[in-house]
């Protein structure tokens, strides 16, 4: 797995959109008490859902894959020229 620059400011970048979509989609499962592993499961599965990513085998299916993809992708949507993609 290719290390991204950013990748942490990215993955919080992802997080923030990826609750937003789900909260627009009537998903109400994200509390005071949800944790950051779970509502990063929540997002990846959602994104797969709706077919927006690209689901990983399930042999591979795991957090720190699930953050990967989830920072590939917000880096596919943000635009080129993006403080966090310099």
Known sequence: MKKIKNEKE???KAMQ????YANKRGYKGFGKTTSADQKTEA???LLVNDKLI???PQEQENMV?????LVKWIANQLPKDHP???
């Open 43 to 45: 997002v990846y599965r």
């Open 10 to 12: 990215l993955l919080k």
């Open 54 to 56: 690209i689901p990983l």
């Open 84 to 86: 966090l993609l310099q």
């Open 65 to 69: 894959n699930m953050k990967h993809r």
């Open 17 to 20: 959109v990826g609750e937003a």
